[in-house]
C-alpha cells in the first residue's frame, strides 16, 4: 500500500511514493519473528551456523503448532458452550464467548475488543442467575461495538442494571468483594469515605433509575429502542433535551459511571443529592413544556408520582 500524500507533511511527502508493507501476526508469531529476526539479521557475533538455523525452525514449528492448538481450544469451548445449557465455569469461558459474538456482529472491524473485568461480570451473570449464554443473548445483541470506547463487561452489566435497577446493589457487592481482593487496588480510602453517606448515594442512585426508566419509557412511545443504556448520542436522538441540559445530563452520567464500575466518588453529601435533585428538575421541566404531546407529559408524570416521598430531599 501506499501513504496518502494529502496526509504527510513536507517533511514525510519524500515517503509518497513508497511502497509499504502490512504484516498481520499473531502474539505468538510477533514473539517468534523478534528473536528470528534478531538472531538471524542482527548477529551480535558472525553468522549463525547450521545448527543455530536448524533450532530456530523448530522454534517455529512449535510456534505453528501453538496457534493451531489455540484455534483448535477456542473452537472447542465455543463448540461446548453452545451445545449445553449449563453455565459459564470461568470467565475465560464467558470471554471467549462475548469475543466470538462480537466480532460475528462487528465483521468490518479489525480493533480487537476491549473486555475489562469479565472476573466481575462473571460473578454478577450468576448471582443474577443469568449465566447461561441463552439468558444474555439478547443484551449481547444490543451492544456497541465503541460505546464512548468503554470496555464490554461494563456495557453488558449496564444494559442488565437498565432492564432492571435492582440488581445494582447485587453488581456493588460483587465488584466491592473482588476489589478487595486486588492488591493494585487504589479506591478503598474513597469507598470508607463513602461509608457514612448510604443515604445521600442512595437517593442520587434512586433518582438516576427513574430518570433512566423514564427515558427508556419515552423511546418506546418513540418507536426507538427502549433497551438502550444512556449516552450522549442517545440523549441527542431523543430530541427532549435542550443543550445546557444535556451537558448536566451528561456530568450526572459520568458521575452515576464512576461509582457503579469503579466505586469511587470525589462528590461529597450535598452535590449527589444536589445531583439527584437536578434529575427530578430535568423530569419535570419535560412534563411541563411538553403541552403538545400528552402522552409524552403522562409517560414522564407517572414516574414523577412514584418518587414524590424521596424528592424532599435537599
Known amino acids: 500500500m501506499q501513504l496518502k500524500e494529502d496526509k504527510l507533511n513536507e517533511s514525510e511527502k519524500r515517503y509518497g511514493t513508497a511502497q509499504i508493507e502490512i504484516q498481520v501476526a499473531s502474539v505468538l508469531m510477533h514473539a517468534w519473528s523478534e528473536v528470528e529476526h534478531d538472531l538471524a539479521y542482527k548477529p551480535f557475533s558472525g553468522q549463525l551456523s547450521e545448527s543455530e538455523y536448524a533450532i530456530l525452525d523448530e522454534l517455529n514449528g512449535l510456534v505453528l503448532s501453538g496457534e493451531i492448538a489455540l484455534e483448535r481450544l477456542q473452537s472447542a469451548v465455543k463448540e461446548r458452550i453452545s451445545k449445553q445449557n449449563s453455565g459459564f465455569r470461568n470467565h ?4 471467549a ?3 466470538d459474538v462480537i466480532k460475528h456482529q462487528f465483521p468490518n472491524t479489525s ?13 454478577f451473570l450468576k448471582l443474577a442467575e443469568l449465566n447461561e449464554p441463552k439468558h444474555i443473548e439478547g443484551y449481547i445483541s444490543e451492544l456497541d461495538y465503541d460505546t464512548e470506547k468503554r470496555p464490554i463487561s461494563e ?17 456493588q457487592q460483587v465488584r466491592i468483594a473482588r476489589d478487595k481482593k486486588n492488591p493494585y487496588n487504589s479506591s478503598e480510602e474513597n469507598r470508607i469515605l463513602l461509608g457514612n453517606d448510604t443515604n445521600a448515594i442512595g437517593f442520587f442512585i434512586t433518582c438516576w433509575s427513574i430518570f433512566e426508566r423514564t427515558l427508556r419509557e419515552v423511546a418506546r412511545y418513540k418507536g426507538m429502542n427502549s433497551r438502550f443504556i444512556v449516552t ?15 451537558y448536566q445530563i451528561n456530568t450526572i452520567r459520568m458521575v ?3 461509582f457503579i464500575h ?4 470525589s462528590e461529597n453529601p450535598s452535590e449527589l443529592i444536589n445531583y ?21 407529559s403522562k409517560i414522564v408524570n407517572s414516574n414523577l408520582s412514584k418518587i414524590q416521598d424521596i424528592s424532599v430531599i435537599n
Open 232 to 246: 450522549s448520542s442517545f440523549l441527542s436522538e431523543l430530541n427532549i433535551f435542550p443543550e445546557e441540559m444535556l
Open 276 to 296: 439527584g435533585n437536578m434529575l427530578l428538575e430535568i423530569l419535570r421541566f419535560i412534563a411541563s413544556h411538553s403541552p403538545t404531546d400528552e402522552n409524552l
Open 256 to 258: 452515576k459511571n464512576r
Open 92 to 95: 475465560y469461558e464467558l470471554s
Open 111 to 123: 480493533n480487537e475488543p476491549i473486555m475489562g473485568r469479565a472476573d466481575i461480570l462473571l460473578e
Open 97 to 99: 464467548f462475548l469475543y
Open 262 to 265: 469503579e466505586g469511587t466518588l
Open 155 to 171: 456495557q453488558l452489566v449496564d444494559r442488565i442494571l437498565a432492564t432492571n435497577s435492582e440488581l445494582s446493589s447485587v453488581y
